[in-house]
């Protein structure tokens, strides 16, 4: 079991930036993919990132370039800064892990609670 804890939402003001982390705990492997998503009100889960065993990072198309993911020497957090956030940034964000690399929400096996982002316009 991977118990995964994610921290730093909040409100900001459009063009702000914010923070996350994702601690991990338990059965913490250097192999595991942790993976972002979001969900937006009314909305199914989004990808917004991942980062493999070797520390390469894939990000959806909509935070490219705003948004950037990395982790601790001992691969037991994970952050995502987040930078020129948009009133459309907005939703519950969670940290997600599985040993496979995937864009899909539903293949990884561990989530995190999630965190509240809200970007006032």
């Known amino acids: 079991q991977v118990h995964l804890v994610e921290s730093g939402g909040g409100l900001v003001q459009t063009g702000g930036s914010l923070r996350l982390s994702c601690a991990a705990s338990?059965?913490?492997?250097?192999?595991?993919?942790m993976g972002w998503f979001r969900q937006a009100p009314g909305k199914g889960r989004e990808f917004v990132g991942l980062?493999?065993?070797?520390?390469?990072?894939y990000y959806g198309d909509s935070v490219k370039g705003r948004f950037t993911i990395s982790r601790d020497n001992a691969k037991t957090t994970v952050y995502l800064q987040m930078n020129s956030l948009k009133p459309e940034d907005t939703g519950v964000y969670y940290c997600?892990?599985?040993?496979?690399?995937?864009?899909?929400?539903?293949?990884?096996?561990?989530w995190g609670q999630g965190t509240q982002v809200t970007v006032s316009s």
């Open positions: 980062i493999n065993w070797s520390g390469s990072t």
């Open positions: 338990g059965r913490t492997s250097s192999g595991f993919v």
């Open positions: 997600a892990a599985d040993p496979r690399v995937s864009y899909f929400d539903k293949t990884y096996s561990y």
